[in-house]
């Protein structure tokens, strides 16, 4: 029996998702150690990366093989923007900022090139390309909830947001975007499947860059 391309996928990032597992962000939501103004931070970057996802959704859309599937997308990327104005509107108000100010913060570097990224890829590459470039934001999301939310936290804030991707609901969602994606993994020429792991794996590196440049609460240079 064939290999399915989400586990071939997934045994190329098994160390880098280990790597984000064992970030201070992350143990730091689940003790309670990670300072409000650090998560404050994350949670505006989030934001403007949503909006860039949702974005590059609507192109998997787009180019999406059937029509069930486009439906599919078209709905991921509305709830990607549901998700940014509810959710970090809630978060936000809880400590101390309108979703007015949170919009207002700058975008940051990390911020910027990955969504830069998965917009380039999702419109100049193939179907299977871009799918594989906004695969990690679904699944490594899933993964991480699905291991923090057992822990939870004692912050009621971190233990609100784990919840969120720990939740049935989302793994869901997720789990449709995986089954597609061993649906066309038999398609692929081994020249295709190279360039898709090939984005997979930067996307999954973008992820963990993501939660440091959170933790750092990046901002530009110059």
């Known amino acids: 029996m064939a290999e399915r391309l989400t586990d071939s996928l997934w045994?190329?990032?098994?160390?880098?998702?280990?790597?984000i597992l064992a970030h201070p962000f992350i143990t730091g939501l689940t003790d309670g150690s990670l300072p409000h103004d650090t998560f404050l931070h994350f949670i505006?970057?989030?934001a403007h990366y949503l909006r860039g996802f949702a974005r590059a959704l609507t192109v998997c859309a787009a180019k999406a093989?059937?029509?069930n599937d486009t439906?599919?997308?078209?709905?991921h990327a509305a709830g990607a923007i549901s998700a940014e104005q509810e959710m970090h509107a809630e978060l936000a108000g809880q400590l101390g900022l309108s979703a007015e100010q949170l919009a207002a913060r700058p975008i940051g570097p990390t911020t910027q090139a990955y969504g830069s990224y998965?917009?380039?890829t999702t419109h100049g590459c193939s179907f299977p390309e871009g799918l594989a470039a906004v695969l990690p934001c679904y699944w490594i999301y899933a993964r991480v909830g699905d291991s923090l939310v057992e822990?939870?936290?004692p912050d009621p804030l971190y233990a609100r947001w784990i919840a969120m991707y720990g939740g049935e609901d989302f793994q869901s969602t997720v789990d449709e975007v995986l089954a597609l994606t061993d649906r066309?993994?038999?398609e692929l020429s081994s020249a295709e499947n190279e360039r898709v792991r090939g984005h997979f794996v930067t996307t999954s590196r973008y992820e963990w860059m993501f939660w440091d440049a959170g933790y750092r609460q990046e901002t530009w240079p110059i």
């Open 11 to 19: 045994s190329s990032i098994e160390d880098i998702y280990q790597s």
């Open 44 to 46: 505006a970057q989030d």
């Open 65 to 67: 093989p059937t029509e």
């Open 71 to 75: 439906v599919m997308f078209a709905q």
């Open 118 to 120: 998965l917009l380039a």
């Open 151 to 153: 822990r939870s936290s």
């Open 184 to 186: 066309i993994g038999g």
